[in-house]
T-cell receptor, first 110, second 115 residues
């Protein structure tokens, strides 16, 4: 069975601070990895995805994520967060089905 | 945004009553999914469909049934709602299945409260 762990449940940052959200997964086969974002009151939107190739993936709004196969990790990063990044972030793994982590709620203080 | 609508968007019901949630897509995607979102659990798959009349169970299917009589519509039914089914329900669609890395597009969600 596949599973996804997001270790940071709540993160509070000031604007311009750097962000890194952890995501670890377990799955025995080839995986595809995703980060979704959910702004307050809205549905999930895709931030970025990894299928193959360059393990450093760039997404929308300045986000990037690095796939480290040896660590089963796919951490999300942003060099400088903005107040508008306040949202909940979900890591997801597509093995035989799409499995989501529990989410990380990010609050950015202006 | 992908053409996905959900109805109703909000519903309050009482324990023991049947409830049906509807997901409608205009993208002609083959795969459709129902998830529930609860704090600390992320999204958990309830049921999914891989074609008209073809459905299968997900991780948390107990107490739920689904039907898909047309490509564009995927219905989720709570036969006898319980308070533990209070949640936000999201429908999603994808052109291909998860194992080939295709992304899923999500609807706006339905907030269901069971009193």
């Amino acid at each position: 069975a596949q599973s996804v762990s997001q270790h940071n449940h709540h993160v509070i940052l000031s604007e311009a601070a750097s962000l890194e959200l952890g995501c670890n997964y377990s799955y025995g086969g080839t995986v595809n990895l995703f980060w979704y974002v959910q702004y307050p009151g809205q549905h999930l939107q895709l931030l970025l995805k990894y299928f193959s190739g360059d393990p450093l993936v760039k997404g929308i709004k300045g986000f990037e994520a690095e796939f480290i196969k040896s660590k089963f990790s796919f951490n999300l990063r942003k060099p400088s967060v903005q107040w508008s990044d306040t949202a909940e972030y979900f890591c997801a793994v597509a093995g035989n089905m799409l499995t989501f982590g529990g989410g990380t709620r990010l609050m950015v203080k202006p | 945004d992908a053409g996905i609508t959900q109805s109703p968007r909000h519903k309050v019901t009482e324990t023991g009553t049947p409830v049906t949630l509807r997901c409608h897509q205009t993208e002609n995607h083959r795969y459709m999914y129902w998830y529930r979102q609860d704090p600390g659990h992320g999204l958990r798959l309830i049921h999914y469909s891989y074609g008209v009349k073809d459905t299968d169970k997900g991780e948390v299917s107990d107490g739920y049934s689904v039907s898909r009589s047309k490509t564009e519509d995927f219905l989720l039914t709570l036969e006898s709602a319980t308070s533990s089914q209070t949640s936000v329900y999201f429908c999603a669609i994808s052109r291909l299945a998860g194992e080939v890395g295709n992304e899923q597009f999500f609807g706006p969600g339905t907030r269901l409260t069971v009193l």
